[in-house]
């Protein structure tokens, strides 16, 4: 069966500071990835997606991922967060064949202090 | 930009009693979804939709559950008789549905928190 793990439950970050967060999925055929991401309040949306050729993929807000076949990974990354990116952040995978199901991660907090 | 929207945004009902929940899709979208998030829990797949008939539904998406598409513009989950196990965030999401499955960008609304007590 297709998973998400995503390792980091709660990160807390100073502005300025880097961040990666993890992601590894297992599926053993084809996949979309994903991340979305929550803002308090509002609806997921789309930070970047990777279906493929250049596996680090570019997305809104200076946030990028790297899908590492080998790995079963797709990493979010940020050189520089900002408060603004505190949020709740998902990875989340579609499995290639009959199915368009999202499979989503537990979700990582990110509260980013000034 | 346009947006998916719910109605309501929080709802409080009894155990047992009958809850319908609403979404209007991005208008020229053509597959629905409804997916759950427990609190505290992974945002889970219930069940897509497309041309009037569901395309794929999980094993949580039972018998008292159904989704319907009412008019032109709703897309509706019922759940039946709800039990205390169905207080969750509940969101929709919507595609174009005009390229390959699973090669869309699905777009959320903002959910649905729903109360069993």
């Known amino acids: 069966a297709q998973s998400v793990s995503q390792h980091n439950h709660h990160v807390i970050l100073s502005e300025a500071a880097s961040l990666e967060l993890g992601c590894n999925y297992s599926?053993?055929?084809?996949?979309?990835l994903f991340w979305y991401v929550q803002y308090p309040g509002q609806h997921l949306q789309l930070l970047l997606k990777?279906?493929?050729?250049?596996?680090l993929v570019k997305g809104i807000k200076g946030f990028e991922a790297e899908f590492i076949k080998s790995k079963f990974s797709f990493n979010l990354r940020k050189p520089s967060v900002q408060w603004s990116d505190t949020a709740e952040y998902f990875c989340?995978?579609?499995?290639?064949?009959?199915?368009?199901?999202?499979?989503f991660g537990t979700g990582t907090r990110l509260q980013v202090f000034p | 930009e346009p947006e998916v929207t719910q109605t309501p945004s929080h709802q409080v009902t009894q155990m047992g009693q009958e809850v319908i929940l609403r979404c209007v899709p991005i208008?020229?979208?053509?597959?629905f979804y409804w997916y759950r998030q427990i609190l505290g829990q992974k945002v889970e797949f219930l069940v897509s939709?497309?041309?009037?008939?569901?395309?794929?539904k999980s094993e949580i998406f039972d018998d008292q559950f159904s989704v319907e598409r009412p008019d032109g513009s709703n897309f509706t989950l019922k759940i039946r008789s709800t039990k205390l196990e169905d207080s969750a965030m509940y969101f929709c999401?919507?595609?174009?549905?005009?390229?390959?499955?699973?090669?869309?960008?699905?777009?959320f609304g903002p959910g649905t928190r729903l109360l069993v007590l």
């Open positions: 999401a919507s595609i174009p549905g005009t390229g390959g499955r699973g090669q869309e960008t699905q777009y």
């Open positions: 208008s020229n979208h053509l597959y």
């Open positions: 939709f497309y041309n009037n008939e569901i395309s794929e």
């Open positions: 989340a995978v579609i499995g290639l064949g009959n199915t368009d199901k999202l499979i």
């Open positions: 599926y053993g055929g084809t996949v979309n």
């Open positions: 990777y279906f493929s050729g250049d596996p």
